[in-house]
Structures are given as structure tokens and as C-alpha cells.
């Protein structure tokens, strides 16, 4: 299987997280104590798509069934909307907790959105709305206003290292950290956590291929030669 779908995150521990206050909040929706349309904002590759998928499922302790709008600049409003109307008219599905609707790239909307948030606010607090979008201020204030906002951080190789070595290790894969870290600073000017799984797939493969120096791995002992044999150190 390939790694970056076996080690998709399946919880919160899995996610990179570095704001401590970002992981607390998260933490207090998927247990109850947060109930709240969420609007994720942040650069591309910044986990925002990931934990708006993953927030319903961890709420839910289940699979539940998402209703997603992929936004874009001339966004068919009414048709839109149609899919929505069971959830003020039924009540969406009664055996969830919530009913989830994931609104992706709101950012990109150039369309009136008048129509949607009226429907919206007829949800109460019977729906969660999360929304996406890479960039805040492109998105439109009333539409801000309605959303509680985590500004997601740009990810660096030192934030992505314990993942990555997590997943290493898990694969049997026992790499000093220095060697680890500078693989993925080859992609830290993209701070996309996609190019950091890309970069853990190559290493994964490489050591399949036995191309990475032995002087890597942790608990090798490698010997120093000197002239004096009774001299000779190991480190």
C-alpha cells in the first residue's frame, strides 16, 4: 500500500499540528464541548481539507454522511442548495449527532452567496458548516463573520519531522533525525504536508534499494582506523 494512504490520518495524534491552542480547540469539538461552523484558512498543504474530513468522523465516532460543495469563481447557487434543503425540511440523518457540510475553497467564490447563508441560518446549531480557503482576506466579511476562523500555520520540516519519523520507524526504517530532517528540507520552500509525505515515500523507497548510507541509521557502530591498531575507536 502506499504510505501516504496507509498513514492517512485517522485522529487528531496523527495530524501536524505546532499551535498548541489550534490542538486544544480541536480537541474540544470532536469531544462536545465546541459546537461551532468552522472556516479553516491557511497555505496550501496546511492540513485544512484533511481535518475538515476528519473532524465530522471524530465527532461522530462513525462514518457520517458529509454533503461537500467544491467551491469555484461562478458557483451555481440554487444548484447548490437543492441537495441541502433535507437537512432543514428532515432533519438530515437522524442517527448522527450533527449533519456536516463541508464547503471547499470558499475563497475562490465570486458568486452572491445571499441565498446559501439565509439557508444557513435556518441550521441553528443542527449543522456544522466547515469551510477551506487558502486565502482569508479573498473571502468576504459577512461570510467570515459567520464562522468561528483556525488560521492553520505553514508547515516546516521541523514541525513534519516526529511524523515523519513516526511513520519511518513504523515501517522498520531507524534513521537519525539530522539525515531525516535535511531530506525534507529539500522541499520546505513548498511547506506543503503533501511534498513532506512525498519526500518520506522516496526515503521508504531508497531504503528498500539500499541507497542510503549505513553512517544514517541509528545503532550503527562504525570503527575508526588508525595506524595502531590497538588504538582503534568505535562510534
Same mark, same amino acid.
Given at each position: 500500500?502506499?504510505?501516504?494512504?496507509?498513514?492517512?490520518?485517522?485522529?487528531?495524534?496523527?495530524?501536524?499540528?505546532?499551535?498548541?491552542?489550534?490542538?486544544?480547540?480541536?480537541?474540544?469539538?470532536?469531544?462536545?464541548?465546541?459546537?461551532?461552523?468552522?472556516?479553516?484558512?491557511?497555505?496550501?498543504?496546511?492540513? &485544512? *481539507?484533511?481535518? !475538515?474530513?476528519?473532524?465530522?468522523?471524530?465527532?461522530?465516532?462513525? #462514518?457520517?454522511? +458529509?454533503? =461537500?460543495?467544491? @467551491?469555484?469563481?461562478?458557483?451555481?447557487?440554487?444548484?447548490?442548495?437543492?441537495?441541502?434543503?433535507?437537512?432543514?425540511?428532515?432533519?438530515?440523518?437522524?442517527?448522527?449527532?450533527?449533519?456536516?457540510?463541508?464547503?471547499?475553497?470558499?475563497?475562490?467564490? &465570486? *458568486?452572491?452567496? !445571499?441565498?446559501?447563508?439565509?439557508?444557513?441560518?435556518?441550521?441553528? #446549531?443542527?449543522? +456544522?458548516? =466547515?469551510?477551506? @480557503?487558502?486565502?482569508?482576506?479573498?473571502?468576504?466579511?459577512?461570510?467570515?463573520?459567520?464562522?468561528?476562523?483556525?488560521?492553520?500555520?505553514?508547515?516546516?520540516?521541523?514541525?513534519?519531522?516526529?511524523?515523519?519519523?513516526?511513520?519511518?520507524?513504523?515501517?522498520?526504517?531507524?534513521?537519525?533525525?539530522?539525515?531525516?530532517?535535511?531530506?525534507?528540507?529539500?522541499?520546505?520552500?513548498?511547506?506543503?504536508?503533501?511534498?513532506?509525505?512525498?519526500?518520506?515515500?522516496?526515503?521508504?523507497?531508497?531504503?528498500?534499494?539500499?541507497?542510503?548510507?549505513?553512517?544514517?541509521?541509528?545503532?550503527?557502530?562504525?570503527?575508526?582506523?588508525?595506524?595502531?591498531?590497538?588504538?582503534?575507536?568505535?562510534?
Amino acid at each position: 500500500m502506499n504510505l501516504i494512504e496507509k498513514y492517512k490520518p485517522k485522529a487528531l495524534s496523527d495530524l501536524v499540528i505546532p499551535n498548541e491552542n489550534i490542538r486544544y480547540l480541536l480537541e474540544d469539538i470532536t469531544e462536545g464541548a465546541v459546537v461551532n461552523n468552522l472556516l479553516l484558512t491557511g497555505t496550501q498543504g496546511a492540513q &485544512k *481539507t484533511t481535518i !475538515a474530513k476528519l473532524l465530522p468522523k471524530l465527532i461522530e465516532r462513525d #462514518d457520517p454522511r +458529509i454533503e =461537500i460543495i467544491k @467551491g469555484e469563481a461562478d458557483i451555481d447557487v440554487p444548484k447548490i442548495l437543492k441537495p441541502l434543503e433535507n437537512i432543514v425540511m428532515f432533519g438530515g440523518i437522524s442517527s448522527q449527532k450533527y449533519q456536516y457540510v463541508i464547503f471547499e475553497e470558499i475563497d475562490k467564490v &465570486k *458568486t452572491n452567496l !445571499a441565498l446559501f447563508w439565509q439557508m444557513m441560518d435556518s441550521w441553528g #446549531d443542527k449543522v +456544522i458548516l =466547515i469551510a477551506t @480557503g487558502n486565502s482569508y482576506m479573498a473571502i468576504d466579511k459577512s461570510i467570515r463573520s459567520r464562522f468561528k476562523v483556525i488560521e492553520m500555520d505553514a508547515l516546516t520540516p521541523e514541525h513534519f519531522l516526529d511524523r515523519a519519523q513516526t511513520i519511518l520507524k513504523s515501517e522498520g526504517i531507524n534513521l537519525k533525525d539530522d539525515y531525516v530532517l535535511n531530506e525534507l528540507k529539500n522541499r520546505e520552500s513548498l511547506s506543503d504536508i503533501r511534498k513532506y509525505m512525498d519526500v518520506i515515500c522516496d526515503i521508504h523507497r531508497h531504503h528498500i534499494r539500499g541507497r542510503i548510507s549505513k553512517s544514517n541509521y541509528l545503532g550503527i557502530r562504525l570503527t575508526v582506523i588508525t595506524k595502531n591498531p590497538s588504538q582503534d575507536l568505535s562510534i
